[in-house]
């Protein structure tokens, strides 16, 4: 029956969604000796609650009635309960008000077992909803932009017993490991920038001119400076993202990402830095990690947590990254050393430099593109294209070797 009704909440207002509903939420983050909650909490509502218009005003809430009224309405039996903030803020739709709590247990209690007590509206509206979500549980294995549902409090519902299980570190740092994974996986920009480098990286360049297949030994240096940089890259701004507060704006970084691809297109059609690939993917290694770091940063972990997180997703990214160079240097290689090679990395090279193109567009100006959609909707089916490319290529060295040895 519980899960029936977690379900069907799940269904009214989703909490992996912005704010969009009248609901209130409760966002918990589980840490080792303490628990940090934030309430979200529509105006209107508060308002009706407090029989008085509550100003939408941005920033700090220095009402001596509004703060009184939040700050006894949350406890948990036995343990110690402290405001650290209350504020307006503006996340999708309509400003919510957020109070954040510090929840601390007993010495010899566990931080995972508790039962929370929030009358927040819901004493005096008794048909508001309030969803209760675990936002970030490193220990037990939920690292994810997702929260997920606990359950909901309404009318003279109040209490609700969150009881997380055992802790386990190993949890955590599977579930960043996966997250990273899914995240290099699913970013096709990511991919698409590693993959045009990629394209001339069995070849030597002359002048102004890729000429003719550079050997294993060559290829193998490259990928590896490649792959290393990258790693250093991105590595070095995820972590000043968590630790130090390194970031900038969610839209300078994806034309940044969206740039990395277009000049590593532009490179895989006539050479632009050869020789310097490991330079160039590290320095367009920083534009990514501050996109990844957006997402650790936001996960609301404590200092070791947020350490070991960022271990196993750059562990994540990096099983991904290696998973593409070892499936699509086979092909590449083989290619490089038959007359066909040219067309197909200017194809490459013609495909990413037009997805860049088209993601540029959609990003400075905010606007959905077509030809945007339709390139990541057909690089879905990467795997499948990528097993054809191999198989042709394969095809095409025996021939090339057949007719040598003829």
């Not at 690292?143 to 309404?154: D, F, H, R, T």
């Not at 957006?294 to 990214?317: C, D, V």
């Not at 193109?357 to 959609?362: G, R």
Request: hydrophobic letters at 55%.
């Amino acid at each position: 029956m519980k899960r029936l009704l977690l379900l069907l909440l799940s269904l009214i207002a989703s909490p992996a969604a912005a704010h969009l509903t009248p609901n209130s939420e409760i966002r918990l983050d589980f840490g080792t000796r303490a628990v940090e909650a934030e309430a979200i909490i529509p105006l209107p509502e508060l308002g009706f609650a407090l029989r008085r218009q509550v100003q939408a005003v941005l920033g700090p809430v220095n009402d001596p009635e509004i703060r009184a009224y939040v700050a006894e309405r949350l406890a948990v039996p036995g343990w110690r309960v402290r405001v650290e903030a209350i504020d307006i803020i503006h996340e999708a739709g309509p400003p919510d008000l957020r109070a954040r709590y510090r929840l601390e247990p007993p010495p010899d209690a566990s931080p995972r077992r508790f039962t929370l007590d929030y009358r927040v509206v819901i004493d005096r509206v008794p048909n508001h909803m309030v969803l209760v979500v675990a936002r970030n549980d490193f220990a037990g294995g939920h690292v994810s932009a997702e929260p997920k549902l606990l359950g909901a409090l309404q009318g003279t519902r109040t209490r609700l017993a969150v009881d997380r299980g055992g802790a386990s570190d190993w949890k955590g740092f599977a579930a960043a490991a996966q997250l990273g994974m899914h995240h290099i996986a699913e970013g096709h920009d990511h991919l698409l920038f590693l993959v045009a480098l990629l394209l001339p990286a069995p070849l030597l360049a002359k002048g102004r001119r890729w000429n003719g297949y550079a050997g294993l030994r060559h290829t193998g240096r490259g990928l590896i400076a490649v792959v290393t940089a990258f790693t250093i890259g991105h590595s070095l701004t995820l972590i000043g993202g968590a630790f130090l507060g390194w970031q900038l704006p969610v839209q300078p970084v994806e034309i940044g990402i969206a740039l990395s691809v277009l000049i590593s297109a532009v490179h895989a059609w006539r050479p632009l830095f050869a020789g310097r690939e490991a330079i160039v993917a590290g320095l367009f290694g920083l534009v990514h990690g501050l996109a990844f770091a957006t997402l650790i940063g936001h996960l609301g972990m404590e200092p070791a947590q947020k350490a070991k997180a960022i271990l196993g997703f750059n562990i994540g990214i990096e099983l991904i990254q290696l998973l593409v160079v070892a499936a699509v240097m086979p092909a590449l290689i083989m290619l490089a050393r038959t007359r066909f090679y040219p067309p197909v990395r200017m194809a490459g090279a013609a495909l990413a430099g037009t997805a860049a193109l088209a993601w540029l567009t959609e990003r400075l100006f905010q606007v959905e593109n077509p030809i945007a959609s339709a390139i990541d909707q057909g690089l879905s089916y990467a795997p499948w294209l990528l097993a054809l490319l191999t198989v042709a290529a394969a095809t095409a060295f025996m021939l090339g070797r057949k007719a040598h040895a003829a």
